[in-house]
């Protein structure tokens, strides 16, 4: 009886999404694990997280749209153009102080007016956020003249260049990187806003449907405005921590960093539909393709083999999304 019941509970667990989904986590795991030694290292894991912590940061964003039953793929170029915004600032005589405002209101900038567009303007938000890719890459392209923005003494005249770069190149007790903590800490604050707010209740209530979430005194317009927003302000702050780890930052910075954005959204368990998905879930997604990417690459494999790999992965949970919606209807 009692053995019985342990299965029981135990099966009653993958009722949960996020459960499921680290089970693969820990499943890709184990097998790197066994394939190479080098996988279980505590500098590798650290690694790990430390190479997907802006995609990490960005897919809570993403994943705010998605739930609320819309779609960005601007925030590769978002993420780029804020970065490019805070480089030319700090070139110019700007303290790092303003120059850090100045890139996140302009992640804010190109977010406002994504969700201002695609709900007062009714244009679709996939239609939207093409378009916007374009004129914010292009903006970035120009402001930078298609030449790299480098940080260094010569360069910027505030003497707390050092500290800034600190956020993207520091590491905690000589071992924890900084952008690891920026990735635990907009991951945490994410899960209070989507579970322990009413705007969270709200964004999941209209993405799973608009009608009656707007008899019910729901304003639908405003609560995808400030998705897309937050996203604008995510992708500013990955586009900052990148600059302050590089040193330095190009118009293309990001190329094609929205879909894998996207993918760890829906790896994570968020629906496209709309309505259903968790942080949670996404930073497990989010980590999903971290160790799918660091295992190849101690394998020896082929960039090119990763990219038909990681495809396949982001194919399979749309399908597993699609056939588990249909079962549930």
Request: with cysteine; aromatic share 8%.
């Amino acid at each position: 009886m009692k053995r019985g019941l342990v299965f029981k509970k135990f099966i009653a667990l993958f009722k949960f999404r996020e459960t499921g989904i680290f089970t693969g986590l820990i499943l890709l795991s184990l097998i790197f694990a066994v394939t190479s030694p080098y996988f279980l290292g505590v500098n590798n894991l650290l690694n790990v997280v430390r190479q997907v912590s802006l995609l990490g940061i960005m897919a809570v964003g993403m994943t705010m749209v998605i739930i609320s039953g819309e779609i960005d793929l601007s925030v590769g170029a978002s993420y780029a153009f804020s970065a490019v915004i805070t480089g030319l600032a700090m070139t110019n005589g700007f303290t790092i102080g303003s120059s850090i405002i100045v890139g996140m209101l302009a992640g804010l900038v190109v977010g406002i007016v994504n969700g201002i567009l695609a709900t007062y303007g009714r244009i679709p938000s996939l239609i939207v956020t093409l378009g916007m890719l374009s004129v914010v890459r292009g903006a970035a392209l120009i402001l930078s003249r298609g030449l790299p923005i480098s940080l260094s003494g010569r360069t910027v005249i505030d003497p707390n260049l050092d500290k800034f770069l600190f956020i993207g190149q520091g590491k905690i007790f000589d071992t924890i990187p900084m952008m690891s903590i920026f990735l635990l800490a907009i991951v945490i604050i994410g899960y209070i806003i989507f579970n322990k707010t009413i705007y969270g209740c709200h964004a999941r209530a209209v993405g799973g449907n608009q009608i009656v979430a707007r008899v019910s005194g729901i304003n639908v317009k405003i609560i995808k405005v400030m998705a897309f927003s937050i996203t604008g302000l995510l992708c500013a702050l990955a586009g900052i921590v990148s600059l302050a780890f590089l040193a330095n930052v190009t118009g293309t910075t990001g190329t094609g960093l929205e879909l894998q954005v996207i993918a760890a959204v829906i790896i994570g368990g968020t629906t496209l539909k709309g309505g259903e998905g968790t942080i949670l879930g996404t930073f497990i997604g989010v980590l999903i393709i971290g160790v799918l990417r660091n295992g190849l690459v101690l394998l020896g494999i082929s960039p090119f083999w990763q990219m038909l790999l990681v495809g396949l992965v982001i194919i399979g949970a749309v399908g597993i999304d699609m056939w588990t919606s249909r079962e549930t209807t």
